[in-house]
Structure formats: structure tokens, C-alpha cells
């Protein structure tokens, strides 16, 4: 399994959702499976196959996020190099685009809604990782090769 990278206030949030499922989450799921089976009939019983839909999505989040803080790795909000580093957050320019984008360069776990997020390990973060500003990156894409321009590096 691959080390995952993630910034202090993400580790921290994935411990509080993982308490909260395990705990509160569990016992809610467990309520609703039991006032779902004294319905009756469990072969038809929509409230039932609901309640144990819902159990089976938490426990898999339960196990995706124990795997997750089992193998994560705490990246302190340092960047003096100004080199990409997982933790940046970048603008890009894709060659023949006047705009710039901006990336957070990390796990999906740091969604944040004002930025997308670029896993180091894809072909785009392999290649900017270690880079600095100014610098022409090309990397190679599913639709093909691309081009773009490192604009400015910052730090979450």
C-alpha cells in the first residue's frame, strides 16, 4: 500500500469522523435495524434493506479510514524551498490557455470546495512534485502529451 500524505488538520478530522461512526454512527444503525425488524416480514421490509445498506457504506468508510490513518504520513505546512511538495496548492497554465488553475497537490481526503485536488501519484503530480515556479512541466495524459506552466506555489 501506498503512504498517504495529509496535512495535520486533515488526520485529525479523519480520527474525529472515524470516532464518530464507530460510535454514535454504529449505535444509530443498530437502532434502525432493530425498530426496521419489528416490522415483521424482513423479505420485504424497505426499511430494513435501507438500514442495512447504509450499515455496509459506514463500515466500508469505517475500514477505508482505518486504512488510511494506518499507513498516513503528517506533513508539517513547511514550503521554504518553493518547490511542489504534497501539501502545495499550485497554479498551473496549460499551454494555449490565458488562465491559470489552481490544484491542491494531496490526498482526495484534503477536498477542500474552493480548490481541486491532484494526487501526487497521477501522471500531472508526478511530474510537478519538486518543481518550482516558472518552470514548463510536460507530462504525459491520457488524451495525450500536455504542457503547463508552474505560475505560483503556495502551502495550504
Not at 52 to 75: N, T
Not at 125 to 134: F, N, R
Amino acid at each position: 500500500m501506498t503512504e498517504t500524505k495529509l496535512s495535520r488538520q486533515t488526520y485529525e478530522r479523519l480520527q474525529a469522523e472515524l470516532h464518530d461512526l464507530t460510535t454514535r454512527g454504529r449505535i444509530e444503525i443498530a437502532t434502525a435495524i432493530g425498530a426496521a425488524r419489528a416490522l415483521g416480514d424482513l423479505r420485504e421490509n424497505g426499511d430494513y434493506h435501507a438500514a442495512r445498506d447504509a450499515q455496509g457504506k459506514m463500515e466500508a468508510r469505517i475500514r477505508q479510514i482505518q486504512a488510511l490513518l494506518a499507513e498516513a504520513e503528517i506533513v508539517e505546512d513547511e514550503n521554504q524551498s518553493m518547490t511542489i511538495t504534497t501539501g502545495s496548492i499550485v497554479h498551473l497554465r496549460y499551454e494555449g490557455d490565458e488562465d491559470s488553475e489552481q490544484y491542491l497537490i494531496g490526498s482526495i481526503e484534503e477536498k477542500r470546495p474552493d480548490v481541486a485536488v491532484v494526487s501526487p501519484h497521477s501522471p500531472l503530480g508526478k511530474a510537478i512534485l519538486g518543481k518550482g515556479e516558472g518552470q514548463i512541466v510536460e507530462y504525459e495524459s491520457p488524451g495525450g502529451f500536455l504542457r503547463v506552466e508552474i505560475v505560483k506555489i503556495g502551502i495550504q
